[in-house]
């Protein structure tokens, strides 16, 4: 303190002396810690900091794999022939049972995921599996999703019988399109076995195909639809009914 100024701006008289009577600092004193001491104590710090990093990293990515997988159980438990991204569904336009002409784009105006399935009337599976698509229409149709059916039937009188029959006198609850002549079936989307079930997203994104009858009141169905509603997904892809890509793994539970 030059000319023995304390705080408040006090002159007091020389503190030489007590300074020289003055204790050494100990060796706790911040001033006198070895830098080796510091440095171990920064190295020790920045351990813990790594080790703690580590562990919210695989914490998180451990519920990231969770989450994909529940995203996946569906998928996985349908074991469709093809899932992916890939492909964009053709549009075309068909006479519906009233005769008038629809196009499957119309069926997208709420940017709603639709289920297109593909019979006939000779098909006894496909005429197995109706009623449960008749379900799954009535479900989901609050939600906005949309159940198609293609028949390559000659028109509404060729299967009014066989619909009533098999819905037990109720009117379809979803949309029954006529393609006699396959153009659309097996031009368009090469098929010719029945039934034949394709899922397809909002956007238009062929996001699963499904080949023979399946339960459509099933849980995994509903699933199937929410899942393909969310923009993530499942990033699984299947070819012939077996998963694929570096995703696969997710499956291999199921």
Not at 178 to 189: H, L, N, Q, R, T
């Amino acid at each position: 303190m030059a000319g023995g100024e304390v705080a408040g701006g006090v002159t007091a008289g020389p503190c030489y002396s007590l300074s020289v009577m003055a204790p050494p600092a100990t060796s706790t004193d911040a001033s006198e810690r070895t830098p080796g001491s510091s440095l171990g104590s920064q190295l020790a710090q920045l351990a813990f900091i790594g080790i703690a990093s580590v562990g919210v990293f695989s914490f998180v990515k451990a519920a990231r794999n969770d989450q994909r997988i529940a995203a996946c159980s569906a998928l996985c438990a349908y074991r469709p022939t093809y899932a992916g991204r890939d492909r964009t569904v053709p549009d075309f336009e068909l006479a519906d049972l009233d005769g008038k002409k629809v196009k499957l784009s119309s069926f997208f105006a709420k940017g709603k995921p639709v289920v297109l399935n593909f019979w006939t009337k000779t098909c006894k599976p496909c005429l197995e599996e109706m009623p449960s698509l008749a379900s799954l229409a009535q479900i989901v149709k609050k939600d906005g999703v949309q159940v198609v059916t293609i028949s390559t039937d000659e028109g509404p009188d060729a299967v009014r019988d066989h619909l009533q029959v098999v819905l037990e006198g109720k009117a379809p609850p979803f949309a029954v399109l006529f393609d006699p002549d396959a153009e659309i079936v097996s031009g368009k989307f090469g098929t010719s076995l029945f039934p034949e079930t394709w899922i397809i997203d909002g956007e238009g994104v062929i996001r699963a195909r499904v080949d023979g009858a399946r339960d459509w009141t099933s849980p995994f169905a509903l699933e199937l639809l929410e899942m393909v509603s969310r923009p993530g997904g499942c990033p699984v892809d299947f070819q012939r009914g077996q998963p694929v890509g570096p995703f696969a793994g997710l499956c291999s539970d199921e």
